[in-house]
């Protein structure tokens, strides 16, 4: 499979077209941001470690019945998806306290939510992907009711199966990031990825953390984070 042209370029990805009309390829680049594109820099080897780790999610998620993009891996850093109509909404599941949530709810990092949150995020660059609410999303025509029940039921379950999954390989998801798109039949499955880039991985005994909040906050050990992660989720799988 050859890459097409060049359809978008994004802050951690490149999109290009193939021959056939219904799949894409993926590039995972080594490029690394936060604060809205404010802070750049490199991670080496992150878009080969953030391509392993989103496949083997991705895979664990088809497993457990939650249809995804993912077709297969046809480099170290490249991947071919179905083709999808993204839905301009980032879920955001939140277990822990931590980042903007914390802030916004006088919490102190680290503590427990009652109960996993759900929240919208407008995913609009030049807007800073703004937290919005279904009322938003209503006005701006951005999804139907009906495709917000199928996200809450999407976020909620994916969030149970990453979690039990994670806590065998000693490791706390605090929160993370979804993107979901629409294929050619007017399906909902899920795209983008599911990495340290979109994600806080915590060490369940330790709360160290194993994500991009390494390359956010200058704690150093940043691409030994990601491959942490890639160790502990290869650790004990039969191939």
Known sequence: MEKGKLLYEGKAKKIYETDNPEQLIVHY???ATAFDGKK????????????????????LLEDNDVKTHLI??????????KKVDIIPIEVVLRNV?????????????????????????????ELGDPLINRY????????????????????????KILSNYLKEKELL????????????????????????????????NTNKKLDKDRFRRNLGEVEQAYQEILYRLKKDVIV
């Open 29 to 31: 680049k080594d490029d």
């Open 97 to 125: 306290a931590a980042g903007s949530l914390a802030e916004r709810l006088g919490l102190k990092e680290g503590t427990k939510l009652n109960r996993p949150i759900l929240e919208y995020y407008y995913k609009n660059d």
């Open 72 to 81: 297969r891996q046809i480099s170290e850093t490249d991947l071919l998806v």
């Open 136 to 159: 938003h999303i209503t006005e701006r025509n951005l999804a139907t009711e009906g495709q917000l029940k199928l996200l809450d039921i999407l976020g909620f379950k994916i969030n």
């Open 173 to 204: 998801l605090v929160d993370f990031k979804l993107e979901f798109g629409t294929d050619s039949n007017g399906n909902i499955i899920l795209a983008d990825e599911i990495s340290p880039d979109t994600c806080r991985f915590w060490d369940l």
């Open 40 to 59: 750049k820099g490199k991670i080496k080897s992150k878009g080969k470690f953030n391509l392993e780790i989103s496949n083997i999610f991705f895979m």
